[in-house]
């Protein structure tokens, strides 16, 4: 029989500091119901203090995974760390976290595809395991945004959105015959790159960063947020329909969506498109914002431990972000 890979385990860590959204109009000129009512968020959480990086978020998350897996960390075979907030700019927050999780040897590989990095990983992960490559491949989303966003009038569109948090996977052999990851698709668009995006330290200005670049904000991201929204209520929708179908599945027959965590609007959008009724539609958007890689991890892992879903669960999932990325899958648990 031919190998296939499946999600054995998921994880997720949150930093305990909570930010409401009446916590952030103090900062800068914003309120709760603007927030609220374009993006469904209430709350979010921050790191404790300055020096947690997203590696460190990473480490219960990954820790998590692996047990769920019933695995020792000393099966993990490889690592990928889809991350767009690494804790420095090299070397990878991948290799941070192998050293921390006590992997000394073990491939770590970063993946910096923003909002789909879960699932570009996840296909990585998917290959690996398929070809024999690696065993038991430790997928990894987490995101440090707290730090790297602006709390002033120019910043607020962005600012409002994100939040840290961390989400993992162990990616292994099927052991069951109807379990696995059964169709993933990926997309990139670079007609979208300046739509969504940090423009400095960039090493193609000399030098990379100056005084004016930081007077200017350049060091912030900075998002054309209408394109974005139509982009992935179209994308989206798209490329679900596409894996659903290359399952050999339908629409009826998924048990959960998992859909990225950007905007409740966008999810809700996708959702009525496919017809996936309310309550096979995982939200957290509202407590954590959007924590671009970490989102589908997050809320695998969340609704795998509270029984929403389990063992023999059709998940689809989808994402759009930066780049333009995008991308979907469906994996039986
Ligand atoms: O992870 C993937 C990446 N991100 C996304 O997928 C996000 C997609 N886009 C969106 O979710 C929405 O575009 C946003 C929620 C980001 C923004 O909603 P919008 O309805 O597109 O608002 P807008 O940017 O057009 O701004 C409307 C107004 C502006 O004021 P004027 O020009 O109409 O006077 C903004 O200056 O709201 C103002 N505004 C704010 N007001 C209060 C922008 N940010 C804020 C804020 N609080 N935080």
New binding site residues.
């Given amino acids: 029989m031919e190998r296939r890979a499946a999600i054995l385990g998921t994880g997720h860590y949150l930093p305990t500091k909570v930010v409401t959204n009446d916590d952030?109009s103090q900062l800068?000129?914003?309120?709760h119901e603007?927030?609220h009512q374009?993006?469904g968020i209430r709350e979010r959480r921050f790191i404790e203090e300055s020096g947690i990086g997203a590696s460190d978020l990473a480490i219960p998350a990954a820790r998590m995974a692996v047990e769920q897996a019933g695995r020792d960390m000393k099966d993990v075979d490889a690592v990928l760390f889809a991350t767009l907030s690494p804790d420095h700019q090299f070397p990878g927050a991948g290799c941070l976290l192998i050293h921390k999780l006590g992997l000394p040897g073990v491939p770590a590989l970063d993946v910096r595809n923003?909002?789909s990095g879960f699932l570009y990983s996840l296909s990585v992960a998917d290959a690996w395991v398929r070809s024999g490559v690696y065993k038991n491949v430790l997928v990894v989303g987490a995101e440090v945004h707290s730090t790297g966003v602006e709390f002033n009038e120019r910043g607020?569109?962005?600012?409002?959105?994100f939040g840290d948090g961390a989400g993992a996977a162990l990616v292994g052999e099927a052991t069951r015959p109807e379990q696995g990851i059964l169709s993933l698709e990926l997309h990139a668009d670079g007609a979208g790159a300046y739509d969504?995006w940090l423009e400095a330290p960039a090493s193609k200005y000399d030098p990379r960063l100056t005084h004016e670049m930081l007077d200017a904000g350049k060091h912030f991201p900075a998002?054309n947020?209408?394109q974005?929204?139509r982009w992935?209520a179209e994308k989206m929708p798209e490329v679900a329909h596409s894996v659903v179908k290359k399952a050999g599945l339908t629409m009826a027959e998924i048990d959960m969506l998992v859909p990225?965590q950007?905007?409740m609007?966008?999810n809700q959008m996708v959702a009525a498109k496919l017809g996936i009724p309310e309550e096979k539609v995982v939200h957290n958007i509202e407590v954590y914002g959007?924590t671009?890689a970490a989102t589908i991890p997050i809320g695998l892992s969340e609704s795998w431990r509270s029984g929403k879903i389990g063992p023999g669960s059709k998940v689809l999932m989808a994402a759009?972000?930066?780049g333009f990325t995008w991308g979907g899958a469906v994996a039986v648990l």
């Fill in positions: 952030l800068m000129p914003t309120t603007w927030i374009r993006t923003q909002c607020r569109d962005v600012a409002v959105l969504l998002m947020g209408k974005v929204f992935a990225h950007a905007n609007r966008i959007n671009t759009f972000g930066a």
